[in-house]
């Protein structure tokens, strides 16, 4: 059932920064390919760079939250990013969640805990749609659902333009070069430099906020990727260590065999 769910999730989230965004209006002419990021977490080495995540942590927040969800993190996950259990305790108090119901059957508020999962800035689907004509996609799976993912994020985020003459849009709607059929109902989130102050002191140029916000859906989509490389390479390991054993085994069993 979980699969099944998983499945269904994915299905939906692939349409992510996509169908769910679009207007009713498509440009003409062809769809640029995303641009070829390098990523850290490229390649069966490959590991997150865990301040770009912790800096892409902050552009969700201070941008992204407005309209988009991750409703497969909770807070507890973030201590995979480096943060201390403090200072997840001390990110997770800055959101009100609902609780209960109590003693007289009520529900209620209260500050969130690191075992919340983090709140979706809309109590229910049909309310994010009234808000945004549509309902934001949820953001949890959306690097690994989109096709080139964290280029395409990175890209999409990076690519808005001025319309060509021959295309014509509407008040909501607005031209991405990298978005399919070009016309979407997205505004741009990184409509500026300096959106957010990070606290290593990086400057937040919008190349730098699409970049680590793509390396922070990333992790979201795949938390444990560097723990299934880990794995991966003790596998191959072993399978060349057990198999040299075995190798060397069948010689001894055999050597005073004729052939």
């Known amino acids: 059932m979980r699969a099944l769910i998983k499945s269904a999730a994915l299905a939906a989230f692939a349409l992510g920064l996509g169908a769910a965004s679009t207007g009713t209006a498509f440009a003409s002419g062809t769809t640029e390919e995303p641009k070829q990021m390098q990523w ?19 552009v969700y927040q201070g941008i992204c939250q407005a309209c988009h969800g991750l409703d497969h993190l909770h807070f507890r996950d973030l201590t ?9 305790k001390v990110i997770a108090m800055e959101y009100e969640v609902t609780d209960g119901p109590d003693d007289e059957g009520k529900m209620f508020t209260r500050k969130a805990l690191p075992a919340d999962p983090i709140p979706n800035p809309f109590p229910n689907e049909k309310a994010a749609a009234y808000a945004n004509g549509k309902a934001p996609p949820d953001l949890s799976l959306i690097a690994k659902a989109r096709e080139d ?24 709607q607005y031209y991405n070069k990298y978005f399919p059929g070009h016309v979407i109902a997205m505004p741009p989130p ?8 990070y606290g290593d002191g990086t400057e937040a140029t919008r190349g730098q906020m699409a970049s680590d916000v793509a390396n922070f859906l990333m992790w979201a989509a795949e938390p444990k990727l560097e ?5 991966g390479v ?3 390991i072993f399978l060349v260590i ?18």
């Open 80 to 88: 995979d990013l480096g943060f201390t259990n403090d200072e997840v």
């Open 40 to 58: 850290s977490f490229e390649g069966p080495f490959g590991t997150y760079d865990k301040a770009a995540v912790q800096r892409g942590f902050q």
């Open 242 to 259: 057990f198999a040299g054993i075995l190798y060397v085994t069948k010689r001894r069993v055999w050597r005073d065999v004729k052939h």
């Open 190 to 197: 990184l409509a500026s430099d300096g959106l957010v102050t």
């Open 227 to 231: 723990a299934r490389k880990q794995t």
């Open 234 to 236: 003790k596998v191959i």
């Open 149 to 172: 993912g964290p280029n395409y994020v990175h890209s999409l985020l990076t690519g808005y333009e001025e319309p060509p003459a021959d295309v014509h849009l509407t008040g909501s």
